[in-house]
């Protein structure tokens, strides 16, 4: 894959956001995880979420693709609460694209049988599917390993491919969820050059948490940092580490992730 020097929009202040959390909250058996979190991850964006495990970053994702319900407030993509919509309907309806940590593939299917299947559920048109298959297998430059079960391939390959499938519906909205973890240094890159083509390229709004901060500062245009259920800290990845309650709470005096 082609690498793409990274187009990083100076403001998003005029754009229309692609997806806002207005005063969401949410709590698991009476222990509050989130406390009135707002935010808005705007078009052509990169945004960040960090903080430590269990701050409440899966969380989030699973409010914005149904999976749970807020206790309070709301969550809108284009100009719309999506609460009331099922899961399916989200991902369809309003174009959210959704990357787990872990699994999300068909161990036992070969990469191409994935997104063969994947691509039947997802496109009704034969021709569309089929092209949209054949896209998709060059862009990620799969060609040598479509017929590699699933299982076989490496963390990184397994993780480009269920990136690969969350793009057959074609997202405005893309959520990854923890995408660095427990990979090398070099798949690494690759996955954040992978990342950021997909914001130039595709147009696509996306949102990554993880708790590694410098992984994810290097490719984000903004992040938020959560601690104790609330947003402490919002800004540029440079504003962030300058910031005093980012510095307290997460970050320490002496980090640097260029």
Do not use: W
């Amino acid at each position: 894959m082609a690498i793409i020097k990274k187009f990083r929009i100076k403001s998003f202040k005029n754009l229309k956001p692609a997806l806002k959390l207005n005063k969401v909250s949410f709590s698991f058996k009476q222990r509050p995880i989130l406390d009135s979190i707002s935010f808005n991850l705007n078009q052509g964006e990169i945004l960040g979420l960090l903080g430590p495990n269990g701050v409440g970053k899966s969380t989030i994702f699973n409010l914005i693709t149904g999976l749970l319900k807020p206790n309070f407030g709301s969550i809108i993509i284009n100009d719309q609460d999506v609460l009331n919509y099922p899961i399916a309907e989200r991902a369809t309806t309003f174009k959210i694209g959704y990357v787990p940590q872990y699994g999300g593939y068909f161990h036992d299917l070969t990469l191409l049988q994935n997104l063969r299947a994947i691509a039947e559920i997802q496109i009704i048109d034969n021709s569309i599917r089929l092209n949209t298959v054949e896209k998709i297998i060059s862009q990620f430059e799969f060609d040598s390993i479509i017929n590699i079960p699933a299982k076989f391939l490496s963390g990184g390959q397994k993780k480009k491919l269920v990136i690969a499938l969350s793009l057959l519906n074609s997202p405005k909205v893309l959520l990854l969820d923890e995408p660095f973890a427990a990979l090398d240094v070099l798949t690494i890159k690759m996955l954040k050059e992978l990342i950021v083509n997909l914001q130039s390229q595709e147009k696509i709004s996306i949102c990554i948490c993880d708790h590694q901060a410098r992984d994810l500062l290097s490719c984000v245009d903004n992040a938020i940092i959560l601690s104790n259920c609330k947003i402490i800290a919002k800004g540029t990845p440079t504003q962030l580490v300058n910031d005093i309650h980012a510095k307290n709470a997460y970050f320490g005096d002496s980090f640097k992730f260029n």
